[in-house]
């Protein structure tokens, strides 16, 4: 059964870097013909596409955070992730990781705070 | 941007009534390949998102057929025939036709 699985920090502080991983279980990173991908919500608010990468590596970015973010694949982890740089309070959101659209992970609460 | 505008925003439905929530893009999704891709998506209280339908009118599987999708262009609808109680939500309809992908602002589905 496929399954994914956000970690990282629950708090950043600002001005510094959000990184998160998904735990991919059920499917191989490396062939699966899906794309693997970011999508935010701050709390109480709407969806906001991240960013995605295919396996061939092959990525895309919101051009409203192209200049801060970064999606990468481990694919001898399985695991794909996103950093977020010079985060501020407007970063603060549920992050899910998500399989095309049809898989989403639990996601994680991160809250950008001193 | 494309924007994905949807209503109502808040749909208070009686149990066993139709429900019906329209989403209006700003830039037509048919893509080049003659597919439109417009999605639709229920996210339960606490929950994640999940789909429920894609490419306008695809169901997904699990998802009951008290619930429809239709449209083209611009213009689409989703409908639940009959609402139940698990139905309670909010719902969005999100463009894959355009870069970047955007969602409407979201309709929340409760009981009168």
């Known amino acids: 059964q496929l399954q994914l699985q956000e970690s990282g920090p629950g708090l950043v502080k600002p001005s510094e870097t959000l990184s998160l991983i998904c735990t991919v279980s059920?499917?191989?990173?490396?062939?699966?013909?899906?794309?693997w991908g970011w999508i935010r919500q701050p709390p109480g608010k709407g969806l906001e596409w991240i960013a995605n990468?295919?396996?061939?590596?092959?990525?895309y970015y919101n051009p409203s955070l192209k200049s801060r973010v970064t999606i990468s694949v481990d694919t001898s982890k399985n695991r794909f992730s996103l950093n977020l740089t010079s985060v501020t309070a407007a970063d603060t959101a549920v992050y899910y990781c998500?399989?095309?659209?049809?898989?989403w992970g639990q996601g994680t609460l991160v809250t950008v705070s001193s | 941007d494309v924007v994905m505008t949807q209503s109502p925003l808040s749909l208070p439905v009686t149990l066993g009534q139709p429900a019906s929530i329209s989403c209006r893009s700003s830039?037509?999704?048919?893509?080049?390949?003659?597919?439109?891709?417009l999605n639709w998506f229920q996210q339960r209280p606490g929950q994640s998102p999940r789909r429920l339908f894609y490419?306008?009118?695809n169901r997904d599987s699990g998802v009951p057929d008290r619930f429809s999708g239709s449209g083209s262009g611009t213009d689409f609808t989703l409908k639940i025939s009959r609402v139940e109680a698990e139905d309670v939500g909010v719902y969005y309809c999100?463009?894959?036709?355009?870069?970047?992908?955007?969602f409407g602002q979201g309709t929340k589905v409760e009981i009168k």
């Open positions: 998500v399989r095309g659209l049809n898989t």
């Open positions: 059920g499917d191989s990173i490396s062939s699966s013909t899906y794309y």
């Open positions: 990468i295919y396996r061939t590596g092959s990525t």
């Open positions: 830039q037509s999704l048919v893509y080049s390949d003659g597919n439109t891709y």
């Open positions: 490419k306008v009118s």
């Open positions: 999100m463009q894959g036709t355009h870069w970047p992908r955007t």
